[in-house]
């Protein structure tokens, strides 16, 4: 059975305006420049995706990469 567009777009997450970030809102945030948060992102560390030119990252996923980032830290200690 077809479900309903409805049913759709409960189902699909979109990603909101205020979730997309910036490179230099990423970098600003981590205090790093916007060359190295676009280094990471390209060398696929850091988690983005290119609107054209431009790296965009979505806030989630930029967390998340971090708490991971922390973790591994505390396991190495």
């Not at 280094?39 to 991971?68: C, H, N, Q, T, Y």
Request: aromatic share 6%.
């Amino acid at each position: 059975m077809r479900q309903s567009n409805k049913e759709n777009k409960e189902e699909a997450k979109p990603l909101l305006a205020e979730n997309i970030l910036t490179a230099g809102e990423v970098a600003a945030y981590l205090r790093l420049t916007v060359s190295t948060v676009c280094k990471l992102a390209a060398s696929g560390e850091l988690p983005g995706f290119k609107i054209g030119k431009s790296w965009r990252f979505d806030r989630d996923e930029v967390m998340k990469r971090i708490d991971a980032a922390k973790k591994n830290k505390q396991n190495t200690v």
